[in-house]
């Protein structure tokens, strides 16, 4: 299996973006249609491979035209990672709205448990989620596009670090804690993909996925001692 990064879990569950206000219905319709062109593309990635199909293909199939289908994805693996913008929401807003009394690298760990919890399609091991996998091994462009956004994530996770705490965006603890923080999560990933492969049971794959999720955590806690992104703030 090749280094699977975490956005390979954007599995669609036929979800609206969250918001936190309720779109208009303009907006509604606009997000309806991108999710269609991402439906039915992915249903043709997965059925036949990503490099084996074109957008000259999806979008008759979406019944839109090509021009429809680059103005909601510049790039015909966006298609298939359609769900990357809300990641970087999701993460932004644990460790920005966290409790003060939980330091940030705890609120992500606490995340990962929350999120298996509710069953969240970023952290789904199914036979649904293999297909996925697969889909991605099979092409060097999604392989390279799942690089990149692992380390625009890595940013993201650095930045939403240094904020949170009250530092500077170049903060060289905040970049080392997002990178070791993306690769504990690439490598509960991979090892949970692994374990649903051998004994396809969604719960042990859960389990060893959290395992590595709290191992990483407790080395990062001993990585970044002294610094303020293991300590909680002091709450009166």
């Known amino acids: 299996m090749y280094d699977i990064q975490i956005c390979t879990q954007y599995i669609k569950c036929g979800m609206m973006p969250s918001m936190s206000t309720p779109p208009d219905r303009r907006t509604r319709k606009r997000l309806a249609t991108r999710l269609g062109i991402s439906n039915i593309a992915t249903r043709l990635f997965l059925d036949r491979g990503f490099d084996n199909v074109t957008v000259d293909e999806i979008a008759p199939a979406a019944d839109g035209g090509r021009m429809t289908v680059f103005n909601h994805f510049p790039r015909k693996e966006d298609m298939f990672f359609d769900r990357d913008e809300e990641l970087r929401q999701l993460l932004r807003a644990t460790l920005l709205q966290r409790d003060p009394g ?4 705890e609120a992500l760990r606490l995340l990962a448990h929350r999120l298996v919890e509710e069953q969240s399609p970023y952290v789904r091991f199914s036979t649904a989620s293999q297909g996925f996998v697969k889909t991605i091994e099979a092409s060097e462009t999604l392989k390279a596009r799942a690089r990149a956004i692992r380390d625009e994530i890595a940013q993201v996770v650095a930045d939403a670090l240094a904020e949170s705490t009250g530092k500077k965006a170049v ?3 905040a970049r080392l804690a997002a990178s070791l923080l993306l690769a504990t999560w690439t490598v509960a990933l991979i090892h949970g993909h692994q374990t ?9 794959a859960r389990a060893a996925f959290l395992a590595v999720i709290d191992k990483g955590t407790a080395g990062l ?8 992104y293991i300590r909680a703030a002091t709450v009166p």
């Open 102 to 105: 939980v330091a940030p690298i």
């Open 171 to 173: 903060d060289a603890d």
């Open 196 to 204: 649903f492969r051998q004994k396809r049971n969604a719960g042990e």
């Open 221 to 228: 806690t001993v990585a970044l001692a002294g610094t303020a």
